[in-house]
Nanobody, 122 residues
């Protein structure tokens, strides 16, 4: 299973970034998807997730209202739109896929992309 994350970069506080995860088609249609992040020196933490069938995503409280997760079936992408960025959003962001259901723990996910750096600073 291949997951390719992209879209990271630098932004100022209050700015926006859009992360994308390209998913191979069989995975896109079969596995639940999540985005995690890992700030330097800290544990990996859940950001958002969505069922393979779509529907309403779930979000971590720390990003709720600022982040939107969406699936684009025409492109086999899972996108994470991040607005009103804060310095504490700085982290390496990973997309992940789960065959065991949608969850917020990294251990629930079987496959991981390579990570993309997001830096928020003025």
């Amino acid at each position: 299973v291949q997951l390719q994350a992209s879209g990271g970069g630098s932004a100022e506080p209050g700015g926006s970034l859009r992360l994308s995860c390209e998913v191979e088609p069989r995975t896109y249609r079969a596995l639940d998807m999540g985005w995690f992040r890992q700030p330097r020196g800290k544990e990996r933490e859940f950001v958002a997730g969505i069922l393979f069938s779509g529907g309403r995503p779930i979000y971590a409280d720390s990003v709720k209202g600022r982040v939107t997760l969406s699936k684009d079936g025409s492109r086999n992408f899972v996108d994470l739109q991040m607005n009103s960025l804060k310095p504490e959003d700085t982290a390496v962001y990973y997309c992940a896929a789960s065959s065991r259901g949608l969850g917020s723990e990294p251990e629930a996910y079987d496959y991981w992309g390579q990570g993309t750096q997001v830096t928020v600073s003025s």
